[in-house]
């Protein structure tokens, strides 16, 4: 009877192992069928991306953003002048992210810098061009107070009072057109600003 009683034990520890080892089996072929599919998925998707890149003439350069530590490597040993300039290319090509992130990194290292002034004007029109006016707002007015003799600063104010603008906050438009028209009275955006508040008042 104990004879009998191991054979049974041997024969279903025999059956329990096959049928786990089918078990396995057959979950891996599952998982393995999946993975195909997805490939075979990611694929096509992939296929269907770089067909869209090609018809918009998109490089996928056009995506990649840089980490603090690339940034910094970047600016590394550049002239103020030489990081406006490429930052300004970047623009024009609407690579905004990249060219807020040198601009920014020069900033943030040298607050106290004559440039600061343009360089927070052109991180404000990369915000102006991405219609984020609200950024691009903070960024204007932070020009206006690192340099408010700059190259730059009445600009930045006919920018601001641009924003403002499209925020539908007219008094801080109006309140800045005229700041512009008086501090800046003989330059070209003085003037502007001037022929603005004419309109206005007609309006």
Request: charged share 30%.
């Amino acid at each position: 009877m104990k004879k009998i009683f191991c054979s049974v034990f041997v024969l279903f520890g025999a059956v329990s192992a096959f049928a786990s080892s089918n078990v396995v089996s057959s979950h891996n072929a599952d998982i393995e069928e999946l993975i195909r599919s997805h490939n075979g998925k990611i694929e096509e998707l992939s296929h269907r991306l770089e067909q869209i890149e090609k018809k918009l003439g998109i490089s996928p350069d056009d995506f990649s953003f840089k980490n603090p530590e690339q940034v910094a490597t970047d600016i590394k040993g550049k002239s103020p002048q030489n990081i406006i300039e490429t930052a300004k290319n970047l623009i024009k090509r609407d690579e905004y992210q990249n060219a807020r992130s040198n601009l920014s990194a020069f900033v943030k290292d040298n607050p106290k810098s004559p440039y600061c002034g343009t360089m927070n004007f052109y991180i404000g029109k990369s915000y102006f061009e991405e219609k984020k006016y609200q950024d691009a707002a903070k960024s204007f007015m932070e020009s206006f107070e690192a340099n408010q003799n700059g190259k730059k600063t009445s600009k930045a104010l006919y920018k601001l009072a641009e924003c403002f603008m499209k925020l539908g906050k007219n008094d801080q438009m109006k309140m800045t057109l005229e700041k512009l028209a008086t501090t800046f009275p003989g330059t070209k955006y003085g003037k502007k600003a001037n022929t603005w508040l004419s309109k206005l008042k007609k309006s």
